[in-house]
């Protein structure tokens, strides 16, 4: 049609696109919902029309198209956040991914997104609003929880990690090779709030699972050093860097064990 939500195909500008692609020799069908029949073979479905083309162009603003369009911005949006992110470009990231998110509020890997990149930046309080978001969206808990423990950690929130922990079915739902990192974020608000038995407990849980996982030593090093055992705690903390060098909390603790050795 040559305007929206019509079914008037005189003077519509798909023609003359329609003969110059036609004249490089590619095969050209159409969707239009208005348009029973036209000058090529007629897709039924916009589904179908993307299923079968490599290439989609929209010339006619149907109001069927919109979310079409939003679809392809989002899209856009979210692939060049993440290859801003690979530039370690984390504002502009953050421009593209609020705006994927103003195209749909419901967005999910948009919203994991955007939280990992605030927690970058240090922007704690921001990244819990967008992981707290993406489990109202029910993304994957195991990805989305860590975060978000790891952003309440950085906001000094112990006892809403306790909460948070508390109010989810974590030992049926979070995966094995998940949870002790879950129950370290635990381990550390038990610790913060002076519950040493609570603390010691989810230690114990979490080496039952797994005693090889970093997140296992680690909580382990932070009770030995809540008991004063610096050697111990500061050995295991060395032994989790050496492992995982970028792993914010391990660096934390060792940074504080040095610290008491000078």
Known sequence: AYKPNVDDCRETPAEPILKRIESQGFNVKYHDEHVPKWQCDRIESIDDMLKWADVVVIVTGHDS?????????????????????????????????????????????????????YLELGQAAAAEKEFEKAISLNVDINIVLPKLLSALYLLDDNQKIIETIDTM???????????????????????????????????????????????????SAYIQADDKDIAGALKLVNKVVEQSPDLMEALLLQGQLYSTLC
Do not use: C, M, W
Not at 174 to 196: G, S, T
């Open 65 to 117: 198209y919109k979310t079409l369009v939003a679809s392809a911005n989002i899209i856009e949006y979210i692939s060049s956040a993440k290859n801003h992110i690979q530039q370690n470009k984390n504002a502009e990231a953050v421009i593209d991914l609020k705006n994927a998110v103003s195209n749909d509020l419901n967005n999910g890997e948009a919203r994991v997104l955007l939280g990992n990149v």
């Open 169 to 219: 079915n974590v030992y049926r739902d979070v995966n094995p090779k998940i949870l002790p990192e879950v129950l370290l974020y635990q381990v550390l608000a038990y610790i913060n709030l002076d519950k040493k038995a609570e603390a010691k407990n989810a230690i114990a849980k979490a080496n039952e699972i797994s005693a090889e996982s970093v997140f296992s030593q680690l909580g």
